[in-house]
């Protein structure tokens, strides 16, 4: 994790000019009055200090927990520069879901501007990304492979780029982008202005950083790993037969939306026949879904037509629904770093959130690797409906991987389609 002996700079946490809201921050007034009308009164503590040094041209490293309202950190900055010079601003994001939900945040600082915006993303028609291109958009929201798709035919000209933006960029590696994301980059002008932005940054990142970015600066608003404060959360420790028998219980105890993770597509699918079965309406998000499907289960979610929604991890950058009551693992993650981006999705905004999670007694080291990241252990719960289990013991001498050592996970081009 970056430190202050380190390029890039940290620059400290304080609150100074929390109290004038987004004044002070050097935001253009018709932009101020754009925030008033959608109701932004109080900046959030990463738009508090990224926004200024954005602002003034800085490359931008923003380290904050999710639901803390990084995209308008660098939509903000975004919209002011590219109201004062030529060129396009580009924001890269790892899921369709996420890109989608970017574009419609930006539209509304960018179009009282006249700035028209495309979203390219995987799933969706080419022939109607083709016409938003050719209406020249001034904001590019994109997903790499998407991108790179339509600088193959010429729709798209990164030359003009003056503003990049990663968002999420640990999961965009993690994904396997890391060969698209260096395709691009060598077609992009250096003087640019980049911002990253993620909840976590792992030290494979860092490289990436020195080589394209420009003395960045390093706003950390929570240690990398770090948890939503308002979150509660728990473990319960049980037999892989007993899970479905766990979750009916639990949904029956709580009353309002869940989000449920599964580690697998497959799994996904199974599990929401068997919510179903329970007299829980619910759907599943995950890579085999159509971008239609997705975006239907999506949108039934959040209108409350499914009170459950079943998704892999590549929904937990992309789903920004207000009101989830809880979080339930059903998988663990196959990443610990996915744990921080599954929980982050309720207690948003400042509202209150729990977070359930699901272990089986031979998931002791998994287990370890979230709490050494998040730095706190996680509470043990049991239901007295549902037979209590132990972490069984690994041997020393065991050739299982060590609790703390790092895991072994499928090459990227497996990870990419879950």
């Not at 009353?255 to 996904?268: D, I, M």
């Not at 001498?397 to 389609?417: L, T």
């Amino acid at each position: 994790m970056p430190n202050r002996a380190n390029n890039p700079s940290i620059v400290p946490q304080g609150v100074s000019g929390a109290s004038e809201g987004f004044y002070g921050l050097g935001i253009a007034p018709k932009i101020l009055d754009i925030l008033e009308r959608i109701k932004f009164k109080v900046p959030t503590p990463i738009q508090l200090k990224a926004i200024p040094l954005a602002i003034q041209g800085k490359d931008v490293i923003g380290i904050a927990q999710t639901g803390t309202g990084k995209t308008h950190a660098f939509a903000i900055p975004m919209v002011q520069l590219l109201a004062q010079k030529q060129g396009t601003g580009l924001v890269l994001a790892p899921t369709r879901e996420l890109a989608i939900q970017i574009d419609e945040a930006v539209q509304g600082l960018a179009h009282p501007f006249g700035m028209k915006t495309a979203c390219l993303i995987g799933g969706a028609p080419m022939d109607e990304q083709v016409q938003a291109l050719r209406k020249n958009p001034r904001i590019i929201i994109a997903t790499p492979g998407r991108l790179i798709d339509h600088m193959g035919h010429w729709n798209v000209l990164p030359d003009e780029v003056v503003m990049l933006v990663f968002d999420e960029a640990d999961r965009m590696f993690d994904m396997g982008f890391a060969p698209q994301i260096d395709k691009i980059l060598r077609f992009m002008p250096k003087e640019r202005q980049t911002m990253l932005f993620s909840a976590t940054m792992p030290k494979e990142i860092m490289g990436m950083t020195a080589k394209h970015m420009k003395l960045p600066l390093c706003v950390e608003i929570a240690p990398s790993g770090s948890t939503v404060e308002l979150v509660t959360q728990e473990l319960f420790i049980v037999k892989r037969e007993a899970k479905i028998k766990l979750l009916g219980k639990l949904l029956a105890q709580y009353h309002g939306p869940v989000l449920l993770f599964s580690r697998t597509k497959y799994n996904a699918r199974k599990i929401t026949r068997q919510v179903n079965d329970l007299g829980h309406r619910a759907a599943e998000i995950h890579s085999n879904r159509s971008l239609s499907q997705r975006r239907q289960a999506l949108d039934g979610f959040k209108s409350g037509r499914y009170r459950v929604l079943v998704a892999t991890d590549i929904a937990s950058r992309g789903i920004d629904v207000s009101g989830i009551e809880v979080v339930i693992n059903f998988d663990l993650p196959e990443d610990a770093e996915n744990y921080v981006h599954r929980i982050g999705r309720t207690a948003r905004a400042g509202h209150k959130g729990h977070a359930i999670s699901f272990a089986t007694p031979d998931q002791k080291s998994d287990v370890r690797d979230i709490e050494k990241l998040i730095r706190i252990s996680l509470p043990v719960s049991k239901h007295p409906l549902v037979p209590a289990e132990k972490f069984s013991e690994i041997p020393q001498n065991h050739s299982a991987p060590q609790a703390h050592s790092k895991r072994h996970y499928p090459p990227p081009w497996k990870r990419h389609h879950r």
